[in-house]
């Protein structure tokens, strides 16, 4: 089983629809990290949270450390934001590594 | 400069050659990591320089010989690679523990 879960795997949406990816983990963690990559291409760091919340432009990320979960919502989406949408996470104890989950292909239809 | 540098960013080699993939950061981030990807998955962690010494092998065969020559220069050397290693091999800095990381674009490496 894998320690980090994403869902959906695959997601369609409308132009300026609202959109929630989720993510579950089941191991302790020091902090949780959202990765956007588009096709072919490297990652960008969107977010890194331990706690509570954080807002970028259209993107906002939360953390509820006690269940465990994080989401990853855009609003009013655009094409542009069409890409895999990953969440990772940092187990607490001296590791210096990431725990992938399997990401979210999400698709904005014009 | 806020960037992960990887070059090349395609290489095709044939399964007798010997190729390297370089990673730059001038950010002074004191770890650097390299990942493996393959389509549709998740990056997959090979190893893990902290303050220039290799302190996470994640079990990669041999055919992969990291080495960083410096703190703001990761290589990665390949030899006698097997079609199964094509993938896309990521490059990733961060200060440390505590904090988030910067990835670089990426190698495309197919081996025929």
């Known amino acids: 089983k894998n320690e980090v879960e994403q869902s959906p795997q695959n997601l369609t949406a409308q132009e300026g629809e609202f959109i929630t990816i989720n993510c579950s983990y089941s191991v302790g963690i020091s902090a949780l990290h959202w990765l956007q990559q588009h096709p072919g291409g490297g990652i960008v760091s969107l977010f890194m949270l331990s706690s509570g919340k954080k807002k970028h432009g259209r993107l906002i990320a939360t953390i509820n450390i006690q269940e465990k979960h994080s989401s990853l919502h855009i609003t009013a989406s655009h094409p542009r934001d069409s890409a895999v949408y990953i969440c990772?996470?940092?187990?607490?104890?001296?590791?210096?590594?990431?725990?992938f989950g399997t990401g979210t292909r999400l698709t904005v239809i014009p | 400069d806020t960037e992960v540098t990887q070059t090349p960013k395609h290489l095709v080699m044939g399964m007798t050659n010997k190729k390297s993939l370089k990673c730059e950061q001038h950010m002074g981030h004191r770890a650097m990591y390299w990942y493996k990807q393959k389509a549709k998955k998740p990056p997959e962690l090979m190893f893990v320089?902290?303050?220039?010494?290799?302190?996470i092998n994640e079990s990669v065969p041999s055919r992969f010989s990291p080495e960083c020559p410096n703190s703001s220069l990761l290589n990665l050397h390949l030899h006698a690679l097997q079609p199964e290693d094509s993938a896309l091999y990521l490059c990733?800095?961060?200060?440390?523990?505590?904090?988030?990381?910067?990835f670089g674009s990426g190698t495309r490496l197919t081996v025929v």
């Open positions: 320089y902290s303050y220039e010494k290799l302190s």
């Open positions: 990772a996470v940092r187990a607490p104890t001296g590791a210096n590594n990431l725990f």
């Open positions: 990733a800095s961060s200060p440390g523990t505590a904090y988030g990381y910067t």
